[in-house]
C-alpha cells in the first residue's frame, strides 16, 4: 500500500506561482511512477503531469511551459512547481502513484485545492 499527502494549496492571483508537494509513505517510493492529476469544479477529473521513477517527465499540453513536475526519493515527496497561473488552472490537486509495470494509477492522495482569483 502507498500512502499519499498532498499539500501546498491555497488562494492566488493570476500570474502568480505555488508549489504543490505530495509525500509518500508505505512503500519505496523511489520504484514507483508519480503524477499529478486536477479536477476542477463541475469537470472531469484531468491529467496534469507524470514522473517516472528514473525521473522521465509528461505534461498534459495546456500546462507545458507554466508547471514542472519533480521528485526527491530522498524525502518521498513529488512536487509540482506551477507559475503564470490562470483562473482556469482552479482545481483541486491529487496526486497519484504507480507501479511502472502497470498503466493505470491505482494510488491516490485525497487532493489540496488551489484557487486562482483574477
Known amino acids: 500500500q502507498v500512502h499519499l499527502v498532498e499539500s501546498g494549496g491555497e488562494l492566488v492571483q493570476a500570474g502568480g506561482s505555488l508549489r504543490l508537494s505530495c509525500a509518500a509513505s508505505?512503500?519505496?517510493?523511489?520504484?514507483?511512477?508519480q503524477g499529478w492529476f486536477r479536477q476542477a469544479p463541475g469537470k472531469e477529473r484531468e491529467f496534469v503531469a507524470g514522473i517516472t521513477w528514473i525521473g522521465g517527465s509528461t505534461y498534459a499540453e495546456s500546462m507545458k511551459g507554466r508547471f514542472t513536475i519533480s521528485r526527491d526519493n530522498a524525502k518521498n515527496t513529488v512536487y509540482l512547481q506551477m507559475s503564470s497561473l490562470k483562473p482556469e488552472d482552479t482545481a483541486v490537486y491529487i496526486c497519484?502513484?504507480?507501479?511502472?509495470?502497470?498503466?493505470?494509477?491505482?494510488?491516490w492522495g485525497q487532493g489540496t485545492r488551489v484557487t486562482v482569483s483574477s
Open positions: 497519484a502513484a504507480r507501479e511502472p509495470s502497470v498503466t493505470t494509477y491505482n494510488y
Open positions: 508505505g512503500r519505496t517510493f523511489s520504484s514507483l511512477n
